[in-house]
């Protein structure tokens, strides 16, 4: 027997696989990771295929070494995705693999946590004996009580009452009362099941409805559909409901969320119903977590998978439905190689398995809405909140008015009273400030420069605390505040704008006694950060939280009545095409924090421009009409989904290299353009130069940006770029983006 082995190096010189034979004692099969001899190294591998005859001579063959798992790591399912997307991605196969798996299962940087465990090996009439035979040991007594219910314990739980307990129950196994051993142990994140969560909610109307268009589809395994309905429609209970169907017909599901931040609160709704059956994946996880969670997962243990973008590669068996919440999220798309867009992937993943695809939002993509539009997918609608409760009232405060009232404050008059009365009345507010920092930047009123990060081009941010420094959010850089101008000199060094640090410290000043929680990276980074600061909020520990964007979509409160954005301009003058409709987005989720209880909600946003399109649009919850006018805005501009739009990016910490490789990425792609007219026909724009960001983490940036007619043609001019970006340049990154998340 011969295995088809596609060695885990990631260079294009081994990008295909080579031949071991399989020693007679061992037993394999495709998907399997296997180590093999490759040149004076041993490497990890994974078995392709396997075969009886090879063209091959004898001695030029080696054995696979060893098995690393004695179970396929990669299901065939996934094995076949792995390989459609290193040929759309133009990538080796082994870096699509990867994907499979979690990244500490490479290189054996995690291992199976093995554990002491104590049993009882007798009952009844012996078990009294024993107790009398202990004489005055009271630990060696209460260790034997401990055990009398028959279980197994873990020696670090007994531990917890009895104070290093392992001598004494080895006295006891010698005695021949009890016995120990070492077995695997899962480590499992979430702790315990919350069972007020697992109440189970009458169906509304418009839910039994959603439910009995969906069902049959999924009875069938086939179906795609995209459900725009507004906060608080009740989506969750929605998917849910389509988890268990899943489960009774004896298939998985995997439930996709775009941020950490809604993991926690989603896992407990999903564990308090599933039980153990349910499994969670996301990067704030443990090695040892992730793995043995991954685990759970392979082996069947879990059948219901939680988690965020990674998590649409979880080896869920016999996959019956994939739930895509807040599907309008850029948190879908990975910005490293191979880069992926989630979405894409549980479309693809649906289509192989025979599964349901649900793509869930109350602001649905202007790409995904058109498509759905257009037919491709199923358009569901929940436009009436659980309860007929009414959607917020939202007031828009011209903050230009303010200054000309002499207000300086970051909280307009109307926000300041709605505060004071919403916590006098014991209810809870959100303010959103997406910013994050005390101030926003630090700037010179003699000659106008900010101070700006070394290595990137961004203004630094200053944040108090410890060393009160400035921080560059992109690659770390801290410094210490000026007292002179850098460039002119001047003593008229000043902090501008406001982050979230601010507004607490604001809050804190302005209302006594307020309790306030911020929920932002620098609060969050630790473990459980998200879960930790949530759970106060719930239990009223805080009655006011203040956040950036990560508190505006998908969190249930229903003690919260107000919610505030400070500064809603901050997104709309973004240098992209999308920053109209990631505005309304934000605006719109966050408004659907507030009133989702038994009392009305109210949201105050201050602004510069209330006469905005869009800020009126998302005053008025009006996702249609801001979609009709986006959707002809950009049918005008031909901007996507009418369009696609793609670039060669240039990194270099060479700036003048950087500047030689764009021109000779221009000089290659003109030659391809003339080489394939059909190439010409099809692009609309090629324009060279330095993005908005011109430097980021020490690398001067450039690109090569296209505007193409999507097609059958596209992709094949879009492989050819992406070949293109593959090819060495020395001193210099070089990636191919198709419809990237950002152009900045």
């Given at each position: 027997m011969y295995a088809n082995v596609i060695v885990d190096i990631i260079h294009e010189n081994v990008a295909h696989t080579f031949t071991y034979s399989v020693p007679p004692d061992m037993e394999l099969s495709p998907g399997q990771r296997v180590l093999v001899p490759f040149g004076h190294q041993t490497k990890e591998g994974y078995v392709i295929d396997l075969s009886q005859e090879t063209d091959l001579s004898e001695e030029k063959i080696k054995p696979v070494k060893d098995v690393l798992e004695d179970y396929p790591a990669v299901l065939p399912s996934l094995m076949e995705l792995a390989k459609s997307m290193a040929q759309s991605s133009h990538c080796p196969l082994a870096e699509t693999l990867r994907l499979m798996i979690p990244s500490e299962m490479r290189g054996g940087r995690v291992h199976v946590k093995l554990q002491t465990?104590?049993?009882?090996?007798?009952?009844?009439?012996?078990?009294?004996?024993?107790?009398?035979?202990?004489?005055?040991?009271?630990?060696?007594?209460?260790?034997?009580?401990?055990?009398?219910d028959g279980d197994k314990h873990l020696v670090s739980d007994l531990a917890l009452?009895?104070?290093?307990?392992?001598?004494?129950?080895?006295?006891?196994?010698?005695?021949?009362?009890?016995?120990?051993?070492?077995?695997?142990?899962?480590?499992?994140?979430?702790?315990?099941?919350?069972?007020?969560?697992?109440?189970?909610?009458?169906?509304?109307?418009?839910?039994?409805?959603?439910?009995?268009?969906?069902?049959?589809?999924?009875?069938?395994?086939?179906?795609?559909?995209?459900?725009?309905?507004?906060?608080?429609?009740?989506?969750?209970?929605?998917?849910?409901?389509?988890?268990?169907?899943?489960?009774?017909?004896?298939?998985?599901?995997?439930?996709?969320?775009?941020?950490?931040?809604?993991?926690?609160?989603?896992?407990?709704?999903?564990?308090?119903?599933?039980?153990?059956?349910?499994?969670?994946?996301?990067?704030?996880?443990?090695?040892?977590?992730?793995?043995?969670?991954?685990?759970?997962?392979?082996?069947?243990?879990?059948?219901?998978?939680?988690?965020?973008?990674?998590?649409?590669?979880?080896?869920?068996?016999?996959?019956?439905?994939?739930?895509?919440?807040?599907?309008?999220?850029?948190?879908?798309?990975?910005?490293?190689?191979?880069?992926?867009?989630?979405?894409?992937?549980?479309?693809?993943?649906?289509?192989?398995?025979?599964?349901t695809l649900v793509m869930a939002s109350a602001t649905p993509s202007v790409t995904s809405f058109y498509r759905a539009k257009k037919g491709e997918y199923t358009l569901l609608d929940m436009p009436e909140r659980v309860g007929n409760r009414p959607?917020?009232?939202?007031?828009?405060?011209?903050?230009?008015?303010?200054?000309?009232?002499?207000?300086?404050?970051?909280?307009?008059?109307?926000?300041?009273?709605?505060?004071?009365?919403?916590?006098?009345?014991?209810?809870?507010?959100?303010?959103?400030m997406n910013h994050r920092g005390y101030y926003s930047f630090v700037s010179c009123r003699a000659c106008g420069t900010t101070v700006k990060c070394p290595n990137c081009d961004v203004s630094l941010t200053y944040h108090v605390g410890g060393q009160n420094l400035l921080h560059c959010?992109?690659?770390?850089?801290?410094?210490?505040?000026?007292?002179?101008?850098?460039?002119?000199?001047?003593?008229?060094?000043r902090h501008f704008g406001a982050g979230t640090q601010q507004v607490e410290a604001e809050l804190n000043r302005s209302f006594p006694g307020v309790r306030v929680a911020r929920m932002d990276t620098d609060t969050t980074s630790g473990k459980e950060g998200h879960a930790k600061i949530l759970e106060s909020f719930r239990d009223g520990t805080c009655n006011v939280l203040v956040g950036t964007q990560m508190i505006a979509k998908g969190l249930d409160f229903p003690k919260v009545t107000l919610v505030g954005v400070i500064a809603a301009d901050m997104t709309l003058h973004f240098p992209d095409y999308r920053a109209r409709e990631r505005t309304f987005q934000l605006l719109t989720q966050v408004s659907g924090r507030a009133g989702r209880g038994d009392k009305p909600g109210e949201v105050i946003i201050q602004t510069y421009?209330?006469?905005?399109?869009?800020?009126?649009?998302?005053?008025?919850?009006?996702?249609?009409?801001?979609?009709?006018?986006?959707?002809?805005?950009?049918?005008?501009?031909?901007?996507?989904?009418?369009?696609?739009?793609?670039?060669?990016?240039?990194?270099?910490?060479?700036?003048?290299?950087?500047?030689?490789?764009?021109?000779?990425?221009?000089q290659k792609v003109d030659q391809l353009l003339h080489t394939h007219p059909e190439y010409r026909e099809i692009c609309l724009l090629m324009h060279e130069e330095q993005p908005t960001m011109t430097m980021l983490r020490g690398k001067t940036r450039y690109q090569l940006l296209f505007k193409l007619i999507a097609g059958d043609v596209t992709e094949l001019f879009s492989r050819d770029l992406s070949?293109?970006?593959r090819e060495p340049y020395p001193g210099a990154d070089v990636y191919f983006e198709y419809n990237p998340s950002t152009m900045m």
């Open positions: 465990v104590a049993r009882l090996c007798i009952s009844g009439a012996d078990l009294e004996e024993a107790l009398l035979r202990q004489g005055r040991s009271q630990r060696r007594r209460l260790l034997l009580l401990m055990l009398s009452d009895v104070r290093q307990p392992l001598a004494d129950l080895r006295k006891l196994e010698e005695e021949g009362y009890i016995s120990l051993s070492r077995e695997e142990f899962l480590r499992q994140p979430g702790g315990k099941i919350d069972s007020r969560r697992a109440f189970v909610p009458d169906l509304t109307s418009l839910q039994q409805e959603i439910l009995e268009q969906v069902l049959p589809s999924l009875s069938r395994g086939e179906g795609k559909y995209l459900l725009h309905g507004v906060t608080g429609s009740g989506k969750t209970e929605v998917f849910i409901r389509l988890v268990q169907e899943t489960l009774k017909q004896g298939r998985g599901a995997v439930i996709l969320v775009p941020e950490i931040a809604l993991t926690p609160q989603m896992v407990d709704w999903f564990r308090a119903r599933f039980g153990e059956c349910s499994a969670v994946l996301h990067s704030r996880l443990s090695a040892g977590e992730r793995f043995d969670e991954w685990r759970r997962i392979r082996r069947g243990d879990a059948k219901v998978v939680i988690g965020a973008r990674s998590a649409v590669f979880a080896p869920v068996e016999k996959l019956g439905l994939i739930v895509i919440d807040e599907e309008h999220e850029t948190s879908y798309l990975s910005d490293r190689h191979p880069r992926y867009d989630a979405r894409d992937v549980a479309l693809s993943r649906c289509s192989r398995e025979h599964a959607l917020p009232q939202v007031q828009l405060v011209d903050m230009r008015k303010e200054l000309e009232a002499g207000n300086r404050s970051i909280f307009s008059r109307a926000l300041s009273a709605a505060i004071r009365q919403t916590v006098r009345q014991g209810e809870q507010v959100m303010l959103l959010h992109y690659c770390g850089h801290t410094e210490a505040v000026p007292t002179l101008c850098p460039e002119c000199g001047s003593q008229k060094i421009r209330p006469e905005e399109p869009v800020l009126l649009a998302s005053a008025r919850q009006d996702y249609r009409g801001f979609f009709e006018e986006e959707i002809e805005r950009r049918r005008i501009a031909l901007y996507p989904p009418f369009t696609a739009m793609a670039r060669l990016l240039v990194e270099s910490q060479d700036a003048s290299l950087a500047v030689k490789v764009i021109e000779v990425l221009h070949d293109m970006s």
